[in-house]
């Protein structure tokens, strides 16, 4: 069972904040099973050189995150299905910039 540690950008704690209490807590939940079980649930690859990933939920919620060297993960943004192009693009500045 592989373990990632999670880091979060700015950028994502500042969507974050505008969540619901029980979005923060199903986000949070879903980010507690990445880090302790290593389960993602259902995500994929968003861009073409795999450098930035989506979890995903039904209710069109989306994370986009990047994985780092040692089985770490970079949270880079939130977002919905509504505005997945912008949301993407966002991410990918956002790992950019980091990089």
Do not use: C
């Not at 950008?9 to 969540?19: A, G, I, T, V």
């Not at 980010?31 to 989506?54: C, M, P, Q, R, Y």
């Amino acid at each position: 069972m592989k373990k990632y540690r999670i880091l979060k950008d700015p950028e994502f704690d500042d969507w974050m904040m505008l969540r619901t209490k029980k979005e923060r807590l199903q986000i949070h939940d879903r980010l507690d099973k990445i880090a302790t079980e290593g389960h993602f649930g259902d995500h994929k690859s968003v861009s073409d050189d795999n450098s930035v990933w989506e979890l995903r939920w039904e209710s069109g919620r989306r994370v986009y995150y990047s994985y780092l060297p040692k089985t770490t993960i970079l949270i880079l943004l939130g977002g919905n299905k509504n505005g997945q192009k912008k949301d993407i693009t966002r991410a990918t500045n956002i790992l950019s910039k980091r990089s």
